[in-house]
């Protein structure tokens, strides 16, 4: 190796406040025909672990900045979830602000009946990381096409939430239960409001007291977690709207 290398090696290869190897000196040195392939090797492999490092920097500043996302969308039945393009809103400023962007892949033949969409999270360094997540496909009231639609984009929302490690407040679609613990505080009841405004609706569509408050996860009107007003609300309605 001569002086020439030995100095592109010292001062320009990994200089105390250049944060690095860039690919242009990693370049020069290769293609000047005067290193090795070990010596290759070992340039490979500090421009990943250089890439990697400024990857996981600019991904706990980006932590810091993702904002907390409350879901607004209303499924009847099953509480609230926030959509894609919600969710995709909140967070695009931020990644591109730190140098990140995404990609989506997905994969029907894999897993029988599911879907599996992969996040590739990628950073101007050059380094990504990718996060899958499957969902089954199905719907009695779907179409296929529908179906594999709404499948598809549960897969990607979710396969975004996770790469991103993205809590959504009030969303009760990441079980597949329908469980709406994850609706907000569990331990909060209804107002008095909407307890007293449940009863009301609950005698006048002539439902059955005790099933609608052991369905409802209460023993008396006031006690019915607050978490299940909205899937509560939305079987109150549409047994007002058959009354009709």
Known sequence: MNQELTVISKQEIAPPQAGGITIEQAFRAATSGEIDEKSLAVMQQLLAMDAA???NAAFVKLQSELPTIVAESVIPNRGKYARFEHVWQKVSGPLRDNGFCVSFSQDN????????????LMHSAGHSKKSSYGVR?????????????????????NALL???NIVVSQDVLQDEDGDATLAGDINAFVTQDQADELERRCHETNSNVIDFLKYAGGKTFAT?????YDTLDS???????QGR
């Open 235 to 241: 079987l109150l309605a549409k047994k007002e709207r």
């Open 53 to 55: 490092r400024l990857f």
């Open 137 to 157: 496909v199905g719907g009695k009231a779907d179409s296929d096409t529908q179906a594999d639609c709404k499948a598809s984009t549960t897969a990607k929302r």
């Open 162 to 164: 996770q790469c991103l």
């Open 109 to 120: 033949t894999t897993f029988p009946n599911k879907v599996v969409c992969t996040c590739d």
């Open 224 to 228: 019915i977690p607050a978490s299940k």
